[in-house]
């Protein structure tokens, strides 16, 4: 059975965010994925909680799991935008 290795780091830059996994890979992704993120201070983003599944901002409010960045996929609990 395939297990998800964990995170071992988070590093914000300017627009996306990269977290370092126990097997040696690195996934970066767009910050505008986490709308919390986005419009969070660099203070609040650096108070984050690793866990063996992904990564906790309790002031944020926010989870962000390894396996859906390894899924592509960002906050599922944000709103579509709607095509012009």
Known sequence: ???LPE???VRFHDDTMSVGLEDGR??????AWYPR???ATDQQRQA????PAGIHWND???DVS?????A???DLARTPRQAA
């Open 48 to 51: 984050f909680e690793l866990s």
């Open 37 to 39: 993120l986005s419009h």
């Open 26 to 31: 690195t996934i970066t992704v767009p910050i």
């Open 60 to 62: 944020l409010d926010e």
């Open 1 to 3: 059975m395939y297990t």
């Open 72 to 74: 592509g996929r960002g």
């Open 66 to 70: 390894v396996e859906g960045m390894l």
């Open 7 to 9: 995170p071992v780091s």
